[in-house]
């Protein structure tokens, strides 16, 4: 099935009705189905860290692939904030913190359950230090998370208690911002907690699932999505953005 086919099928699927339609028209479709960003909204590029990629303590599979794909839909946003994981030593959230524990073990915490992760991202450490690989010179803000010795932060928008917040929700509002859309490191994680946290302030929110990567342990990427489904959180690629 060609290119064209495929797209046809897919449409025809969704009740478009592009069957017989020239193929001038097709595109003009295809293209008016492409969402355009605009002054409301937002791209939040979330821990594109050097620990988070080749070579780093806590490295995402195939985390660096996001970063040409970031670097090309940011060019279509005016809004851009970027998110940096930022932990003191000796991090509530390091698994060298509790004796007795291993990475990737799951202990409870007075705000909940909290994942025990390899130390990163320590606080003016390179490994806490975003890829230099991003070029996105007009983004504005930089919200740094994780920062407190005794919470965890996945969220752009709360602390992992769910009440604490970064003020990132009070930036955007300052800005007449209401579209959010989600990139970056990882999907299961950060990304996902930014998108519900963004959906649970009534803000229209969309993940770039190309523009994403996770980490997937005990089938945390599979639950991430269909929470995020559950939230109202769109799921789209970069293909569906007018660039």
């Not at 495929?6 to 189905?33: D, E, H, Q």
Request: charged share 20%; glycine share 8%.
């Amino acid at each position: 099935m060609t290119g064209i086919d495929r797209r046809l099928f897919v449409f025809g699927l969704c009740g478009v009705g592009l069957t017989g339609m020239p193929l001038g028209r097709i595109n003009s479709v295809l293209a008016a189905t492409k969402i355009s960003p605009d002054e409301r909204s937002v791209l939040i590029v979330v821990d594109v860290q050097n620990c988070f990629l080749p070579g780093g303590s806590l490295a995402v599979k195939e985390g660096e692939q996001v970063v040409p794909i970031i670097n090309r839909i940011a060019r279509a946003f005016t809004n851009v904030v970027l998110t940096q994981d930022w932990h003191t030593p000796q991090h509530v959230s390091f698994a060298s913190a509790h004796r007795g524990t291993k990475p990737f073990e799951t202990i409870r915490l007075p705000y909940g359950d909290q994942v025990l992760w390899p130390d990163h991202c320590v606080q003016g450490t390179s490994s806490a230090d975003i890829s230099k690989d991003i070029s996105i010179p007009q983004a504005e803000l930089i919200v740094r998370k994780g920062y407190h010795k005794d919470m965890d932060s996945y969220s752009a928008f709360f602390e992992a208690d769910h009440k604490t917040p970064t003020g990132l929700a009070g930036y955007l509002k300052e800005r007449s911002i209401d579209k959010v859309f989600v990139a970056g490191l990882a999907t299961d994680f950060c990304v996902a907690w930014t998108a519900i946290d963004a959906r649970s302030i009534g803000l229209e929110t969309y993940v770039v699932e190309d523009a994403c990567r996770g980490i997937d342990t005990n089938g945390s990427l599979a639950a991430a999505w269909a929470t995020m489904q559950k939230a109202g959180v769109k799921r789209i690629t970069s293909e569906g953005l007018a660039l």
